[in-house]
């Protein structure tokens, strides 16, 4: 038993050892534990110091840290469309209603027809917004301009205010940016009828029913880079509104994912433009762009009766606007009417009032999805001094399989352009066949 | 005994098992915690690389991160000016001291009076700071140009030396930044006397107790957008100084933080600005700002003597400032003397010389701390030719409780303008009723 | 042994105890150890969300985080050159060829030569590529323009397709960036025969053995920011290529590092520019800017026969050029002909083609390696109608032992400058000392 128990008590130092060995390491352990747990918040602490971040979609978006307590986004984007175009004219000259005539020329040349640069977000506030524009074409001898730079303070869904610079709210086609037109350049006669940008104030938001509107109003009709002291004081008002019955149209007027339902959108606008004389009788610049539809200009001497010059004339625009896209197909249309009112001049003139209207059709098909697109269109521009017509067709073809990088070619029939417009290269008198071939990127 | 023994054995085994158990569990939970300490040190060298930063604090800053060995900070700042100015004359012309009369017209209008973009910061040496300000507002057409773009090289608080383009170092009124203007609009003696900016050189620091100084040498006293070639080879010398005996003043005329202690600041400025006839006599562009009491321009056929015309001036400007605010009570003044000598032209003049002079006395109250305050405005312009005056009395409203969104409105009595400046919406001649409505954002 | 039994129960009971403790703490720990696990996990998934990077390479560059899956890459750079340039007159005028006096004028003024920003990446393809250029300099008013606007395809190192607007590829000197060349100013015989912007397409990359080659198709010779409109529906065709016989040259002509090892760059360009005139005969302004080589502008009227205005001609341009450096010794050289052709007027002309040539040869040494360079340099330019030349020395000081920041001086003896260029201050007629003091900076 003495052995025995000698023999336990051998055993139970053992065990003794043992045990205050794991108690020893089990102490170790649990201090290396503690200090892993400090590293490990230490860690977490450093790792949530958010320093901001920069993604890209479908720009470049930076966002302040979380250290940063001031509301903040910044998008930045530039975009760029690259053509070459080719007018052969059928005709050497063409004679304006004051019986002067002008020279219709050949060209063939390249040119930036847009280079872009956006910066966009929201600072102090989440309802608080900017957005701005710079643009430096090859038209504009590539100077850079604020195309858009407006800030705006959104209520709800329903109802933002915006102040600043930016389109007069008509013609569905005009508001349509230029990356998302169908043959990238505008129909004749949207470029005939349409406003352009102003300064003003705008009230912009969406309606029960995937409707939307907007209302307006600013300095003019086309006022966009005017200095002030070449516009008068009468103010412009513009409203515009679209319906999507059968859903969200979306913001493309093609089909590129060939979707299996009827999509339908229907809009009208509207705007109001007075203007009066300057001082002393003649036209102020802000009248300058309004053209008779064989190409006249209406401020020209003789543009109405011989040695009469118009000094005075409010404008009225209305304009209906329809589209459709099904299985690849996509189509729209808009209907345009002018009525110039209340005509002065520094003589007397054969008319007080003139009526001039227009429209275009377009249509197109994607023949494979997402990657090349075949398009046509038609567009007249008709009143009481001439009218002037475009036929059509062309090209998309997207190699990145989206609509961010896109080259473009159509060819068109130009008969008799009322048109001056250098940045679809349609000019006034064109009568011939235009080639424009085309590339538009995007970041 | 045995069969106590043998218990003892049994419980001896057992507990030798738990012990062998807790000795495996022990040595796999230090291996799991070393490869936890491992894991832990690959990560926290990950989060070690700094990525730089995006931080919002009253700008966007942008901050390279550890791997760069060079020094660089970036800043981008927006800011944007929105107004409407309806303003009704009470008069149909003015006729200037040459004898031509000028119609005064009525104005309603809207405009972007600024919107820029300033990008800012430092490069290769934390003392080599660049600074460009980006502007496009309506008056220029919304063309984008380089209103400030200047690079500098600190050598300490109280020198640096910054050369490109920026005002010239004159009037206090003129050099505040119109962010932190009283009414927005500067007063109407400031904008007649006050030279533009030019390219040249500074130094600009701190002094002793306080003060601060400028000293210049450009270009000239209003060159800021001519090219080279409309300027002469004479240089245009200015400084500035002031003092703040009680205390830093901050950098706004306005006491929105309601303070217990009396804030005074006192300053002064001068300009000699010597030009010369273009080759032929020819009065150059450099001089076509300056303008006589009456509005007429200097270089203007017949401005001071029928039939002559005016080609050469030297300018020499003097100004005395000093402002005080306490309890929400602010209070600013600046005093302007301007003298135009050697005059020359080509036929004898009636004089040689010609002095000038003006001032503007303005204050305002907050009547609800940094939300709301209430300001008038006296201003004067006073000569052998003629004498305008200005009274105007507004409200600013900020409704986000600080500075950077503010909503304006002034009234001004306008009476006998010689200023022509588009960017407060005063012209020559004007005499009658100005309202200015007006939002200002910054990010 | 009944006490020793005891004894014994007391100890397993005791041991027993440690034991039950060391299970528990054991568990305990075990459980801390998977928590710790948990929480590294989710601080590595946590940190592996990639944020997007800022850093400072010779320039700054933004990189959206991995959540972005477009491809895309921003730069943003700016540079900045301060001149202050004294012009002392040896003459008091010129006369062109038609007959014409016109005045020589001493000139002393400041100027910002060049004020830029850039922005480069890649978006949307690592082989689709965007580069924007703006400049603001003092000779345009400040006013900002895209002076470059391109976006290209890079198919592989031999071979990428630009479109949009850059430098007309011809002439080294004109193709080397004002950062790296020599005196900063590009020499006389360089400025009077160079191209300029154009807008086209051109197709750029490396031949086998250090060469290098571009060719082009744009819209004329200088037609930089002239809008379409004023110009022709005739093509402009230019080429240039480089050889590094013994190893690849890099991108500054002067050996800063002081290399042990010859190196040596030669090649040549041309361009062929046809333009046609305008309706009615008179010339475009796309050919403005050729003057003989007295400083008559070709178009002006008289001035290759009495009374005849120019209106037609065809441009050849071809140069050839060298360049070597060696142990801080560099020099380089370039010889221009041009060939006017097919000139036509609206009346006979004393010839129908008109040969124009010049060269430029310059050197220097690094004093100070990395610190302080100077420089040397002779240009001519020769014709029927007259001959102009320029002997220049001037140093270069960089106070950061880099190129990014240059402070440099040059004086330089004008005789006879038939050259017309704001951006170097030699302007047609310009006989004299001119002095330039300069600073150059880059972010």
């Known amino acids: 038993v003495g052995l025995a128990i000698e023999c336990h008590a051998d055993e139970?130092?053992?065990?003794?050892?043992?045990?205050?060995?794991?108690?020893?390491?089990?102490?170790?352990?649990?201090?290396?534990?503690?200090?892993l747990k400090q590293e490990l918040r230490l860690e977490t602490s450093i790792a949530k110091i958010d320093d901001g971040s920069i993604r890209y979609d479908r720009g470049l978006i930076l966002t302040p840290g979380d250290g940063s307590n001031t509301p903040f986004s910044l998008k930045v984007n530039g975009w760029f469309q690259f053509r070459h175009h080719d007018f052969n004219s059928h005709v050497e000259s063409w004679t304006d209603n004051a019986g002067i005539t002008h020279p219709v020329e050949n060209?063939?040349?390249?040119?930036?027809?847009?280079?872009?640069?956006?910066?966009?977000?929201?600072?102090?506030?989440?309802?608080?917004?900017?957005?701005?524009?710079?643009?430096?074409?090859?038209?504009?001898?590539?100077?850079?301009?604020?195309?858009?730079?407006?800030?705006?303070?959104?209520?709800?869904?329903?109802?933002?205010?915006?102040?600043?610079?930016?389109?007069?709210?008509?013609?569905?086609?005009?508001?349509?940016?230029?990356?998302?037109?169908?043959?990238?350049?505008?129909?004749?006669?949207?470029?005939?009828?349409?406003?352009d940008r102003t300064v003003g104030i705008w009230a912009v938001g969406d309606l029960p029913g995937n409707a939307y509107y907007e209302l307006m109003v600013g300095n003019g009709y086309r006022t966009a880079?005017?200095?002030?002291?070449?516009?008068?004081?009468?103010?412009?008002?513009?409203?515009?509104?679209?319906?999507?019955?059968?859903?969200?149209?979306?913001?493309?007027?093609?089909?590129a994912k060939d979707r299996d339902s009827l999509l339908v959108r229907v809009g009208h606008s509207f705007v109001y433009s007075p203007t009066s004389e300057a001082t002393g009788g003649s036209p102020l610049p802000e009248t300058n762009f309004i053209r008779l539809t064989d190409g006249t200009r209406l401020t020209d001497t003789g543009a109405l009766a011989p040695g009469v010059t118009v000094s005075d004339v409010d404008i009225y625009f209305y304009s209906i606007d329809g589209a459709f896209k099904y299985k690849g197909w996509s189509f729209d249309a808009e209907l345009y009417l002018l009525w110039l009112e209340q005509l002065k001049g520094d003589a007397a003139l054969p008319m007080t009032d003139l009526m001039q209207h227009g429209f275009y059709v377009e249509g197109g098909r994607f023949l494979i999805p997402q990657k090349?697109?075949?398009?046509?269109?038609?567009?007249?521009?008709?009143?009481?001094?001439?009218?002037?017509?475009?036929?059509?067709?062309?090209?998309?073809?997207?190699?990145?399989?989206?609509?961010?990088?896109?080259?473009?070619?159509?060819?068109?029939?130009?008969?008799?352009?009322?048109?001056?417009?250098?940045?679809?290269?349609?000019?006034?008198?064109?009568?011939?066949?235009?080639?424009?071939?085309?590339?538009?990127?995007?970041?």
Chains 1, 2, 3 share one sequence.
Do not use: C
């Not at 959104?154 to 005009?174: E, N, P, T, Y």
């Not at 005017?226 to 913001?251: C, K, Q, V």
């Open 12 to 35: 139970i130092s053992a065990t003794e050892n043992r045990i205050e060995h794991l108690e020893r390491e089990l102490q170790l352990q649990s201090s290396e534990l503690q200090q």
């Open 107 to 195: 060209r063939n040349a390249f040119d930036i027809e847009r280079a872009r640069l956006v910066l966009s977000g929201h600072v102090l506030d989440e309802r608080l917004t900017y957005f701005t524009q710079i643009d430096g074409d090859t038209d504009g001898g590539h100077q850079l301009d604020f195309f858009d730079y407006y800030w705006a303070w959104k209520f709800d869904d329903s109802f933002s205010i915006q102040v600043g610079k930016r389109k007069v709210s008509a013609s569905r086609q005009w508001l349509l940016g230029a990356r998302r037109t169908r043959l990238i350049d505008r129909p004749m006669a949207t470029d005939f009828f349409r406003p």
């Open 225 to 255: 880079n005017l200095p002030e002291t070449s516009t008068d004081d009468r103010l412009t008002f513009a409203g515009t509104s679209y319906l999507d019955p059968l859903g969200d149209y979306g913001n493309t007027l093609d089909d």
């Open 372 to 443: 090349l697109d075949a398009n046509a269109r038609y567009s007249e521009i008709d009143g009481f001094y001439g009218r002037g017509r475009e036929i059509a067709a062309g090209l998309n073809y997207y190699p990145l399989s989206n609509p961010y990088l896109r080259l473009s070619f159509d060819v068109t029939r130009v008969i008799d352009s009322p048109l001056q417009n250098t940045s679809s290269d349609i000019l006034v008198g064109d009568d011939g066949l235009l080639f424009r071939t085309q590339v538009q990127a995007e970041f």
